[in-house]
């Protein structure tokens, strides 16, 4: 069985501070995608990230970037320079090879307060 | 392209009601499914399709049924509401293309209050 575990239920920053995102996720597939999705106030889901379980190389996309280790199972999430914009919710989700993204299992969701 | 549409996007119901939330995509996705999003829990899978004619159970199926008669409708039937089922529903499709990876694409979701 798989399992997304995002420990921080609400963090709390003061704008332009960097803020990191921690999951851990459980699966027995050597092949797997992991994603981070946000969801602002207004509700939609917004697609930040997709990760394949065979390229650990660390990502970087603007202000955003995402630590991936095989070793410890995570695939943390860092904001740098928070902005109030970046107040939503975060989710990490995993996705086994057998389901090639079709079916997500979702962390509980962090929610990231960035007040000016 | 609409993309995933969902209605209504907001619902009251009383106990005991019944009701279908509506979803619809214009892409010829095969696969569609339902999740739930309870505060602390994520978005947990209630039913899922692999195309016309074939639904299967998630994680939380009951309570709710799905019936998938086109490839672009899939709608999530509540026979009987209950407070529990107060929850934000999301819709989702992608592809069964035989690739490694399959996008999937949301619905704005549908946010449903059972009083």
């Known amino acids: 069985a798989q399992k997304v575990t995002q420990a921080q239920t609400e963090i709390s920053v003061v704008e332009k501070e960097d803020v990191t995102l921690d999951c851990v996720y459980e699966?027995?597939?050597?092949?797997?995608?992991l994603f981070w999705y946000k969801q602002p106030p207004s509700g939609e889901l917004v697609f930040l990230i997709r990760r394949n379980s065979f390229d650990e190389q660390n990502e970087i996309s603007g202000r955003y970037s995402w630590n991936f280790q095989k070793s410890t199972s995570s695939f943390n999430f860092t904001i740098t320079a928070s902005q109030v914009v970046d107040s939503a919710v975060y989710f990490c989700a995993l996705s086994d090879q057998r389901n090639a993204g079709n079916m997500l299992t979702f962390g509980g969701g962090t929610r990231l307060m960035v007040k000016p | 392209n609409a993309g995933v549409t969902q209605t209504p996007k907001f619902q009251v119901l009383k106990t005991g009601q019944s009701m279908t939330l509506q979803c619809a995509q214009d892409?010829?996705?095969?696969?569609m499914s339902w999740y739930r999003q309870d505060p602390g829990m994520g978005l947990r899978l209630i039913h899922y399709s692999v195309g016309a004619g074939i639904t299967d159970q998630g994680e939380v199926p009951n309570g709710y049924n799905v019936s998938r008669s086109t490839t672009e409708d899939f709608p999530l039937r509540l026979e009987l509401a209950a407070p529990s089922q107060t929850s934000v529903y999301f819709c989702?499709?992608?592809?069964?293309?035989?690739?490694?990876?399959?996008?999937?694409?949301f619905g704005p979701g549908t946010r449903l209050t059972v009083l």
């Open positions: 989702a499709s992608s592809s069964l293309s035989g690739r490694a990876y399959n996008e999937q694409f």
């Open positions: 699966t027995r597939d050597t092949t797997y995608y």
């Open positions: 892409m010829n996705h095969e696969y």
